[in-house]
């Protein structure tokens, strides 16, 4: 990563967030113990207490250490604070529905762009204290170790995982061709429902691909430089370098990357009438 006399060391923006993070995690663990009170952005998109005390806390830590810097964060939108370089992105729970049902698979992810490039991620998740991190150029790492994608060579051997946007019942890119295809060309998929512990657990090759439609950019900020770092590949659905702001995401170990593609371009299966 080229440097500049605006930037700040890596290592001193990677402490903040990881502070940032841990935090909120430990505000999350404590809202799953005592209660919390769920709201509906729409019939199945929800939101809850935890979420927005959770990125309060976040902006509020890193705000502290940087009151220059902006932040693009899921229930607060961007918030301005000066012409800075830096872009905080924030998600304070990927994962809600899981939260609010109980289910332990929920992280806090927060990215950071400088100068229209994500340079940084952490991902935190709470439940099995699992820390996930990646400077631009320094590898990426979990709990302070090394991680790089797997080595699975072919799709048929592949484990997958994807997920479903939250107006699956009104949109027809729904994803669900996609699934089916897939379910007929990989040894397994999977459904998480938090796309940046999908993203970290491709980094950490427990998954060897993911792929998504209509994805926000805090869920992917985070997860692609960890992803990045972790050497694996990231595309859009036609190849082209991933955009976080593009909504569709292609993450894999690099092996499979080109049969996945293939797969997301097949035409669908034409039933044959009867008779």
């Given amino acids: 990563m080229t440097t500049s006399p605006d930037q700040i060391d890596p290592g001193v923006l990677l402490e903040t967030a990881v502070n940032a993070g841990r935090a909120a995690g430990k505000l999350l663990l404590g809202f799953a113990q005592s209660g919390f009170r769920v709201h509906h952005k729409s019939p199945i998109n929800l939101v809850t207490d935890a979420d927005r005390a959770a990125e309060q806390l976040i902006i509020g830590h890193i705000r502290a250490q940087f009151p220059t810097h902006r932040f693009l964060a899921e229930e607060q939108?961007?918030?301005?604070?000066?012409?800075?370089?830096?872009?905080?992105?924030i998600d304070p729970l990927d994962g809600t529905t899981n939260f609010a049902h109980g289910y332990?698979?929920?992280?806090v992810s927060i990215g950071l762009e400088y100068r229209g490039h994500c340079i940084l991620g952490v991902v935190f998740d709470p439940s099995r204290d699992e820390l996930f991190t990646a400077i631009e150029g320094a590898g990426a790492q979990l709990n302070s170790r090394p991680i790089h994608v797997s080595s699975t060579a072919t799709l048929g051997e592949s484990l997958l995982v994807t997920g479903f946007a939250y107006d699956i019942r009104e949109t027809p890119r729904n994803n669900l061709d996609h699934f089916a295809k897939f379910a007929l060309k990989a040894q397994g998929l999977r459904r998480t429902g938090s796309a940046a512990l999908d993203l970290c657990y491709v980094a950490v090759g427990r998954f060897d691909g993911f792929w998504e439609v209509r994805l926000n950019p805090w869920d992917m900020a985070a997860g692609s430089v960890i992803v990045r770092e972790a050497r694996g590949q990231l595309t859009d659905f036609s190849g082209t370098n991933l955009s976080i702001y593009g909504q569709e995401l292609v993450a894999s170990n690099g092996h499979i990357h080109q049969a996945m593609l293939t797969?997301?371009?097949?035409?669908?299966?034409?039933?044959?009438?009867?008779?």
Wanted: proline share 20%.
């Fill in 77 to 89: 939108g961007r918030v301005e604070q000066s012409p800075s370089p830096y872009l905080w992105i």
């Fill in 104 to 107: 332990p698979a929920y992280c």
């Fill in 263 to 275: 797969v997301l371009h097949e035409e669908p299966a034409r039933s044959t009438p009867p008779g």
